[in-house]
């Protein structure tokens, strides 16, 4: 008995659209973090400057 191997399905890949998202979610990351960090700084800047009046 002999076994024949299986031929693989050609499933078409979804390489695109997957990397569109990732750097959209990347990108939406940068910019919340670099808000956050903004608003950090304008807190310490605004405490900073009532502690000194």
Sequence with gaps: MTQETA?????????????LFG?????????????WIASLVWGAMAFFTWLVS
Aim: charged share 20%.
């Design 7 to 19: 031929t693989e399905a050609e499933v078409p890949t979804l390489r695109q659209r997957s990397d």
């Design 23 to 35: 750097i959209a979610y990347l990108g939406t990351i940068g910019i919340v973090m670099l808000a």
